[in-house]
């Protein structure tokens, strides 16, 4: 299960060329004018063998960022499976379907100009509701068995997870509201 989401992630197509979800992104991003800077620094530091927690707080990315980017990674840092893919499973896959189709909705009805994130967004909506979705759900009931412990261990993970999207988002929000009070675009 765990690999045909990650070749899902990793190698699909788009107008002819094979190229991974993130990949897509960093395009869309490109695409709307959006600054890619953050993202790229952080790769760069990676790839100079920057510890991840070194890497994000060089990166320049937003804080609100970083904080979500270090709860992904905390949840992957317990070693623990089960925990991991409930973050992954309500944080991500369940949930994404539902948040890009009001998105996609609302790109048709007041913007032009961003096909390839609108591409990305399409993407997930299928390939997370019909295929990576349920994968994940099933995985992570494997992973539990009938295990109490695990079960709530798992639903603390998805609790969380769902928190730290719902502080980004707001964060985001304020962000946004904020930038158009002072007359800023970015």
């Known amino acids: 299960m765990v690999n045909e989401i990650v070749l899902g992630e990793e190698s699909d197509l788009y107008q002819g060329r094979s190229l991974s979800h993130f990949e897509l992104y960093l395009e869309a991003m490109r695409q709307a004018g959006a600054n890619t800077g953050p993202i790229e620094s952080f790769l760069e ?13 060089r990166s320049g990315a937003p804080v609100e960022a970083q ?4 709860s992904t990674f905390s949840f992957i840092g317990q ?36 096909g390839v994130f609108e591409y990305y967004l399409e993407r997930h909506i299928d390939v997370d509701g ?13 992973l539990c068995g009938g295990n109490e412990r695990k079960k709530i261990e798992a639903d603390n993970a998805a609790e969380a997870a769902l928190e730290a999207r719902v502080q980004l988002w707001d964060a ?11 007359g800023k675009t970015d």
Do not use: Y
């Open 130 to 142: 019909d295929s990576h979705g349920p994968l994940a759900r099933q995985m992570l009931a494997d």
């Open 67 to 70: 904080a979500f980017v270090r």
């Open 45 to 57: 530091h990676l790839r100079n063998g920057h510890k991840l927690s070194e890497a994000l707080a």
């Open 79 to 114: 070693n623990k499976p089960h925990v991991t893919a409930a973050a992954f499973t309500f944080g991500r896959e369940d949930l994404i379907p539902a948040m890009f189709r009001q998105i996609v909705h609302d790109l048709r009805t007041g913007f032009e100009g961003l």
């Open 172 to 182: 985001i929000l304020e962000r946004i509201v904020g930038n158009r009070k002072n």
